[in-house]
């Protein structure tokens, strides 16, 4: 084998042996036995989400910076039992949503930033793309809503801009929009708590919002998985 | 516009109204200060890679555990400058890599995590996908070369499972890759720090390493982008 260092076997020798799926149940049972150290207990609701959304940073700040609207949990597992359509704020946080498990749901996964009518549309307002991809998407689901009388249950995943979170309070206000839950964790230093908390002051929408600067698309796709494996999976219509 | 509450619009009344360009150099402009405040200064060279990993996280742990072997940085830059390959262990740190940029330097992404040889290769041999991707792109790399005699320079980029990162170690041990630079930024619970530190003993190749036990696919496609935005864009060959 060839190791040139005595110090890269030793880090060899400590690697655990585990099958692949052995290593979340071990990871999720370190976090709860950190959490537990740290004195905070997870419930059976808000638990799963706090977990993974740690599990996707490693970063145990989401055991307290995360804020549920009442029911915010329990709406979101419906909307995705129930073959709802998400949408995202990046592709990033779009590629990071499990596939198999959207699929076996009729889950549909949405993103707008990268289309082109966005970019020129952004050009025109001076806003950012983000914001001008949840407009596009805003004006689609009314149109699929004309076409078929009924839309399926909507929720919005924003892991990256702030701006994107602004536009849907703005789309709140006008009634454009009627999601089953707004995911809010977009991540940075201009305007990101600003825009979490208009969101976590409304009363119309639930929510599930990282207080503060953090978050970001993988924070986002964690959050939509965790409310995912929460839905038991049925067969996919062919 | 009905807004609900006070609080809402005290909040609206916090957001600054900038143009999309300005928010990012105002959020660097941010980070910067915050950093000297900490009394952290930081350096032309690996300083922009740390600013970005921070502006994707909002996490200042990163001032601190990124681990720069000697010369990564300009050994990455030099890569991407001349129409590198990049392979990343999931699709999600694929989507966050800046498409434009990279295609406007002939630099290619791949990643092979859902290729369905790699989930039959897993499951044959017991390990993790992402392994079994690391492996395959390996094996397609060694093609390439017989095929065209020379590689462009390759950049490998662990964003998610240590796996990748541990196989990656045992390819180096067989002499199977030659990589430019591995970005070894795993995140998680499970064999990721010592995943992490086997990369930092070795010798024999160039890495950017967070160093514990944070990471992520969003920020190993940062660091790509931290070190794509130094290289001058030129033509598209078309």
Chains 1, 2 share one sequence.
Not at 37 to 62: C, K, N, S, W
Request: with cysteine; aromatic share 4%; net charge negative.
């Amino acid at each position: 084998m060839g190791n040139q260092e005595s110090g890269m076997q030793y880090w060899e020798d400590q690697i655990e042996h585990l099958l692949p799926g052995q290593i979340e149940a071990r990871s999720f049972a370190l976090i709860d036995q950190e959490l537990d150290q740290m004195g905070i207990h997870l419930d059976e609701t808000t638990g799963p989400v706090i977990r993974r959304a740690i599990h996707t940073t490693a970063d145990f700040d989401y055991a307290k910076n995360l804020v549920f609207s009442p029911q915010a949990v329990e709406k979101g597992i419906d909307a995705l039992c129930h073959g709802g359509i998400i949408i995202t704020d990046t592709n990033m946080a779009k590629a990071g949503i499990n596939k198999k498990k959207a699929e076996s749901l009729g889950v549909q996964v949405f993103c707008h930033m990268a289309d082109s009518d966005v970019a020129e549309r952004a050009r025109e307002k001076g806003c950012t793309r983000a914001a001008a991809s949840m407009e596009k998407a805003a004006a689609l689901l009314r149109e699929e809503k004309v076409r078929r009388g009924i839309l399926p249950p909507v929720i919005f995943a924003v892991g990256n801009a702030p701006t994107a979170l602004v536009e849907l309070s703005h789309l709140l206000d006008e009634r454009q929009i009627q999601p089953d839950l707004i995911i809010g964790v977009p991540v940075g230093f201009v305007n990101v708590e600003a825009s979490k908390e208009m969101m976590i002051s409304r009363k119309d929408v639930s929510y599930i919002v990282a207080r503060g600067r953090k978050g970001g698309s993988n924070v986002a796709a964690a959050i939509v998985n965790a409310l995912l494996y929460q839905c038991p999976s049925r067969e996919v219509k062919s």
